[in-house]
């Protein structure tokens, strides 16, 4: 136990340097090789690379390898190949789980939480192909996820203490992607503008009112509530409403 203490407290230390030097780097292998730097000597654990989520829900399709997707390079070579290939025919559940998540998940709870059968276990599958035992997802800010893995199962190894370390430094790490790489000219980001009625039509919504009741509430016609709505839509790209709200609740236009 004091071994373990003594290596957290290691661990901690160096990423807090990793936070300091970073704000130097200016590219993002410089970034993901100080971080794979501090978390490999210090307790095996590898970094696998970070993704810049795309703004519309599952939009996996535009994941390119150097504009929005960051491997390090100790990620076993093929592995990426692959694992582009068989996203496309039928999309792994870790992403989207990173999309609605804020807390780092692994590979292995992943398994357990899902009980993946058939098409379902191939994400886990073509991880042990390459000798990827595990793996620790870090979803940062709703814009970023930052990899690790491991060549062992990461509960029998991570005390919880050093599971939050390293979410801090993928925390510091998607901090500086975010300030090197361009951003992404699809991310609706700032250029979202919505009128007051729009925004408060979508408010109600997302209080689970009625169109009748939004109607009434704010002294408008129901088919004035509907188009408001469906121009909410357009600005936000949302296939329904539903995703509208969720648009602007990830993107802070509405409380």
Request: glycine share 8%.
């Amino acid at each position: 136990m004091e071994a373990l203490a003594n290596n957290d407290k290691h661990l901690g230390v160096q990423l807090l340097e990793f936070a300091k030097r970073n704000k130097e780097l200016d590219s993002p292998e410089q970034i993901l090789n100080l971080l794979h730097d501090v978390t490999f000597p210090t307790c095996q654990i590898a970094v696998m690379g970070a993704l810049q989520l795309p703004l519309r829900w599952g939009d996996w399709a535009r994941m390119e390898k150097g504009k929005n997707v960051f491997l390090h390079e100790s990620v076993p070579e093929g592995w990426w190949l692959e694992w582009r290939e068989h996203n496309k025919l039928h999309p792994g559940p870790a992403l989207g789980l990173a999309q609605l998540s804020i807390a780092p998940f692994t590979m292995t709870e992943l398994m357990r939480m899902l009980e993946p059968i058939g098409h379902d276990r191939w994400p886990f599958e073509l991880a042990l192909k390459y000798g990827m035992r595990d793996s620790l997802t870090c979803p940062v800010g709703g814009r970023w996820v930052v990899g690790f893995w491991s060549r062992h199962v990461l509960s029998q190894r991570l005390t919880p203490e050093a599971r939050a370390m390293l979410f801090m430094g993928a925390t510091f790490a998607a901090i500086g992607l975010q300030r090197v790489v361009r951003p992404q000219a699809d991310r609706l980001g700032s250029r979202v503008s919505l009128t007051p009625r729009e925004l408060a039509v979508l408010r109600a919504l997302s209080f689970g009112k009625s169109f009748l009741e939004i109607a009434k509430s704010l002294g408008l016609g129901e088919e004035t509530v509907r188009t408001h709505i469906k121009k909410a839509q357009i600005k936000l790209q949302a296939q329904n409403r539903t995703h509208a709200v969720a648009q602007a609740l990830r993107l802070r236009l509405i409380p």
